[in-house]
């Protein structure tokens, strides 16, 4: 059945926090904005509906992860047009579909995760480097 917004919540350990819901084509799909919480912990996640204070979806977790530090990077320097790997060591890295790179202004780049301490990104061309030859 169709829900309207506000009608929804999650609870994230014995925290409320406001559901959207959204079509999809399995139906509905609920987002919720996760609330703050302890690095390395796990909460018990469920789906309400307010309008009856039923469950309608339970059985789920959520973890927090810490944030992500950067220690070193190697090499710690390179040509002006960009190109190449650079290899980015430090702490609490969790691989995922929004893991990338950033370098200044450049677009984001990709990233492989080689472990929970390091991850090799690709060095973008800068704008400048399009159109000249290296």
Request: aromatic share 6%; glycine share 10%.
């Amino acid at each position: 059945a169709a829900t309207q917004n506000g009608t929804m919540a999650c609870l994230f350990g014995a925290e409320e926090v406001t559901a959207v819901s959204l079509p999809s084509s399995s139906g509905l799909k609920v987002e919720c904005k996760t609330p703050a919480g302890v690095p390395h912990t796990c909460v018990a996640v469920e789906v309400l509906d307010l309008l009856t204070r039923s469950t309608v979806a339970s059985g789920l977790h959520f973890c927090y992860q810490p944030l992500p530090k950067v220690l070193a990077l190697l090499p710690s320097a390179g040509r002006v047009y960009g190109g190449g790997l650079v290899t980015v060591y430090g702490k609490d890295f969790v691989d995922g579909p929004l893991l990338h790179c950033r370098f200044g202004d450049l677009p984001v780049s990709s990233a492989r995760l080689l472990s929970a301490s390091a991850l090799v990104c690709a060095r973008p061309l800068s704008v400048s480097a399009m159109g000249h030859s290296t």
